[in-house]
Nanobody, 126 residues
């Protein structure tokens, strides 16, 4: 069982930055692929960025490429989402997710992750 706790969300003006953190419980964090998803009001949940246990990572949402970066520190059981040049359309609840994947080092783009955090609200004002 893995528990995920997100932090770092909040209210920021357009053009600002935030760094989300996701702390995972358990001793096998390095066996998990991690992902950040978001869900805006009235919209479906979408994957933002993902990172494999090796650190190999990709941001899938076209609107965030060049602005968001995902990274992880296995020694701290933590994954981060650095968000720069935020836009009002980035407003959403952001979720951290974990998928057990010890034999695959890359990121997962599908949403069939095994564990999910409770989410953290990011609001970007114009």
């Amino acid at each position: 069982q893995v528990q995920l706790v997100e932090s770092g969300g909040g209210l920021v003006q357009a053009g600002g930055s935030l760094r989300l953190s996701c702390a995972a419980s358990g001793r096998t964090f390095s066996s998990y692929a991690m992902g950040w998803f978001r869900q805006a009001p009235g919209k479906e949940r979408e994957i933002v960025c993902a990172v494999g246990w090796s650190g190999s990572n990709t941001c899938y949402a076209a609107s965030v490429k060049g602005r968001f970066t995902i990274s992880r520190e296995n020694a701290k059981n933590t994954v981060y989402l650095q968000m720069n040049d935020l836009k009002p359309e980035d407003t959403a609840v952001y979720y951290c997710a974990a998928r057990f994947a010890p034999y695959y080092s890359g990121p997962y783009s599908q949403d069939n992750y095994d564990y999910w955090g409770q989410g953290t609200q990011v609001t970007v004002s114009s």
